[in-house]
């Protein structure tokens, strides 16, 4: 009983690590989701300023940013748990370069790298709603 239990629990821990984008726990890379907000650019955080959110520990260039996310994190966490928002759009998880994002209608969406962030803002808006109907229909599994 006590092997079923664990398998269990791996099981459910491997499908957590599936909803956010992360290494080691850690989402965006180490970057600050609030930056992209505050400064319009991909800033790394440090390990001493960290917050929990659902699956992902995010990481913070200030101590200012930490509070603002800890009082909304829903409001600057990326899109599609940090995945490509183009690979979405085509119905697949891919990595993504922190320095590739476009803030949309108050929303941080992440690209595998420019050159995918430049085809993507092509058709940005159809993508977007690809992306969200893909999403959507990955997390009702």
Not at 41 to 67: C, H, M, P, W
Not at 86 to 115: H, R
Request: proline share 4%; glycine share 6%.
């Amino acid at each position: 009983m006590r092997k079923l239990i664990f398998k269990l629990m791996l099981l459910y821990a491997s499908f957590l690590q599936a909803q956010t984008n992360q290494k080691n726990g850690v989402a965006i890379e180490g970057h600050d989701p609030v930056a992209y907000f505050t400064m319009n650019k991909a800033v790394r955080g440090s390990k001493q300023l960290q917050a929990k959110f659902e699956d992902a520990t995010y990481y913070f260039a200030t101590i200012d940013n930490k509070r603002l996310f800890e009082e909304n994190p829903r409001k600057y966490i990326p899109q599609y748990g940090g995945y490509c928002a183009y690979g979405m759009s085509n119905g697949y998880k891919a990595p993504i370069e922190p320095e590739a994002f476009t803030i949309v209608d108050g929303k941080l969406y992440l690209n595998y790298n420019l050159e995918v962030r430049k085809e993507w803002q092509k058709e940005r808006d159809e993508r977007i709603k690809r992306a969200d109907a893909n999403w959507n229909k990955m997390h009702k599994k």
